[in-house]
């Protein structure tokens, strides 16, 4: 049973391809670059390494947008550079986990051509297609189906001249979403697993997976104040079928397969009481959910309105879902990804106290019980990168989000410091391998600028010094695996009203954790009754405080072990 669930002692690290390492000079990066920075990920000492979408496709959301799902692009590399991949990874006893897009896939996808090729097609049936609102003229504006928006800007129906209907993409109208109740598609999909278990593959995350399932009525949605189109969410978050649908996979896929493997689902808007559900191992569906809420405590309806975080919010947020999980289920622990702004821009502090902060951030998301993710270049402190113009942007989000709110009227500069702080590209710039040309990451011209702080923030000098954010990461991704009240140990959060302090205890036996984080830039004590049974308590990551364990400087963290 517990090898089966290999994946709970384990810690993920996500490459984003495009940006991690270039081998052959044409800007963008590739396997056979991350193959060569393996020896840097086994430094680390990560467990598992998640790699973001590599398929065939137009590169319309950066190969979230599938043209082939059993092949490689020609620019990341090819089938024998995957295979070479996962071999590297296994020599050094890590694990591959692949992004699969399944609620959508390419426009160019050959399914998807032959489905708007006629309504006569056998494909017809694979994906969303209506005809447009009885008494108006299709394709005219407000015509669509029904009154949901995308999620990139803009209605979610696209209209098609060939056979006067509209098909629905949640996300770009390049990316069409894929039919899930007719059982061909699932068994389809169902096979595209199996090709890549077949090849050595480990486990997979699955892009937006509690979307698969749709109320197939399609009802209009609630328009937000402030918004345009209607808010299809209900009618696909976590939809009538989902749970039969990830039952079926799990017992047409993974139960079958001979390797134990790992299933993360990712999942906007997933309730924890669902998230139960979802990964209670009696109902076997899938072993993890990424959820959002603690993502979405620093803005508005709209991401791109950002409001201050209240501390007091992420740590009730946080500790729900720990406590929620505890005794079925299991959590996956991030602050970053792929569309998430840096975290210790968004969360601490990018200026003077970055380190720390860095630091102390990893501390306390790696101290929490779950799975945790480092996503490229968080394990070096890596900020918000800071682009001036609207060209310097490549993110189709943020491209949209602009090009929308400017014919909108929006002042330019707004939109544009709005980008700087919330788009997805922040999380995009090439990984700083050097303070070389180009951050060590091509030796061309890279399809995305650098972040300017490469001089300073770079792999190569965070490997040579002992004191940095790197190192600090593989201390804590070595004590997931030495300290098992790490990885099984009980939660129960401390001083919730504290704006300024993340504190928390672990308990395994007679084996206790005391967390600390220091969420401000002043220094502070921390407030706890029982103050005295920590005074001379082994200090098991950070520095001793001074004058005492309990003083924190600012964005300070630390963990404190009594037995
Ligand atoms: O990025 C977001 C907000 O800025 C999210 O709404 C995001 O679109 C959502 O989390 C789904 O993300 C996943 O599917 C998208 C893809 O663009 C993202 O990169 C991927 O992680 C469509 O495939």
Same mark, same amino acid.
């Given at each position: 049973r517990s090898g089966e669930q290999w994946w709970k002692t384990a810690v993920v690290y996500q490459v984003y391809p495009r940006s991690f390492a270039d081998s052959d000079g044409d800007g963008v990066g590739d396997l056979a670059g991350i193959t060569s920075r393996l020896d840097y990920l086994a430094q680390l000492g990560v467990d598992v390494l998640w790699l973001s979408p590599v398929y065939p496709s137009p590169q319309d959301d950066n190969g979230y947008d599938v043209a082939d799902y059993t092949d490689i692009d020609p620019t990341f590399g090819t089938l024998a550079d995957l295979d070479d991949l996962v071999e590297g990874l296994h020599a050094r006893g890590m694990k591959l986990v692949m992004d699969l897009v399944f609620n959508h896939s390419s426009d160019e996808h050959p399914w998807f051509v032959a489905s708007r090729s006629s309504v006569e097609d056998p494909k017809r049936d694979w994906y969303w297609w209506r005809p447009g609102r009885d008494g108006m003229a299709p394709g005219t504006p407000g015509a669509e189906p029904n009154n949901w928006g995308s999620f990139f800007s803009g209605p979610a129906w696209a209209f098609d001249e060939a056979t006067g209907e509209y098909y629905l993409h949640l996300f770009s109208r390049k990316q069409p979403d894929l039919n899930w109740e007719n059982p061909a598609v699932r068994a389809a999909l169902y096979d595209v697993m199996r090709f890549w278990l077949d090849r050595g593959v480990d486990g997979f995350r699955m892009?937006?997976?509690?979307?698969?399932?749709? !109320?197939? &009525?399609l009802p209009d949605g609630i328009v937000h104040?402030?918004?345009?189109?209607?808010?299809?969410s209900p009618y696909f978050f976590s939809g009538p079928r989902i749970h039969e649908f990830l039952h079926e996979l799990h017992r047409e896929v993974i139960a079958p397969h001979d390797r134990p493997t790992m299933v993360v689902g990712e999942m906007p808007g997933v309730t924890l009481e669902e998230a139960r559900r979802f990964t !209670?191992? &009696?109902?076997?569906?899938?072993?993890m959910v990424f959820q959002f809420e603690h993502v979405q405590l620093d803005h508005e309806a709209s991401k791109w309105d950002a409001i201050p975080l209240d501390l007091r919010e992420l740590k009730a947020s946080l500790a729900r879902w720990q406590v929620g999980l505890a005794d079925r289920g299991w959590n996956s622990l991030y602050w970053n990804n792929h569309d998430q702004p840096r975290a210790v821009s968004r969360f601490a502090d990018d200026g003077d106290h970055r380190v720390p902060a860095a630091k102390m951030l990893g501390t306390v998301l790696h101290l929490h019980r779950g799975t945790p993710y480092v996503y490229q270049g968080e394990e070096l402190g890596l900020t918000n990168t800071s682009f001036d113009r609207i060209e310097d942007f490549r993110d189709i989000e943020s491209v949209n989000h602009y090009a929308e709110a400017v014919a909108d009227g929006a002042d330019p500069e707004r939109i544009l410091a709005q980008l700087r702080e919330r788009s997805r590209d922040n999380a995009r710039t090439p990984m700083p391998w050097d303070d070389g040309p180009q951050a060590g990451f091509t030796t061309g011209e890279p399809w995305i600028a650098p972040n300017p702080t490469f001089a300073t923030i770079n792999a190569r000098a965070a490997v040579d010094d002992p004191d940095s954010v790197f190192h600090h990461y593989r201390r804590l991704i070595e004590l997931r695996h030495t300290e098992p009240v790490v990885v099984h140990g009980d939660f129960t959060l401390l001083l919730p009203d504290d704006a300024h302090l993340y504190v928390f205890t672990r308990r395994l036996d007679d084996v206790e954790l005391l967390v600390l984080g220091n969420f401000s830039g002043q220094p502070r004590d921390v407030p706890l009754e029982d103050a005295r049974r920590w005074r001379d308590a082994e200090v098991l990551v950070g520095e001793p405080g001074t004058p005492d364990q309990l003083h924190l400087g600012p964005w300070e963290g630390r963990v404190l072990r009594r037995a």
């Open positions: 892009d937006v997976v509690n979307f698969v399932s749709k !109320d197939t &009525a104040p402030g918004g345009r189109y209607g808010d299809g !209670d191992p &009696a109902r076997r569906e899938i072993d």
